[in-house]
């Protein structure tokens, strides 16, 4: 299993093929609601709603070398059995942010 690290690594290399020049991650620890959010923001190409449903679809790639279109869906299916969620925010010509939510005690 990946890790957040991991996912995290995974979106950095999508939003700097994207065109990216400007990436914030952000990491909110709020314990009291057990929860652990972590959002990736970019200034890249953005995508339309159709890409982004698209991008969450196990095996769909948008490249034609070794990559098999999982990144996205494990991340939300690691957010999903912690108890939490994965959210993408895009527009064309905006920039796409990703926003994943755990269960804070199923970090490790």
Known sequence: MKTISDHILDILQNS???????????????KNQDLCTVRIKDDGHGM???EIQQAIQPFFTTRTTRKVGLGLPLFKQNAEM?????TIESE???GTSVTAVFGYSHVD
Not at 16 to 30: K, Y
Not at 82 to 86: C, D, F, T
């Open 48 to 50: 339309t709603r159709e």
């Open 82 to 86: 912690s108890g939490g969620s994965l």
């Open 92 to 94: 064309p010509g905006k």
């Open 16 to 30: 700097v093929r994207a065109g990216a020049t400007l990436i914030e991650i952000i990491v909110l620890e709020e």
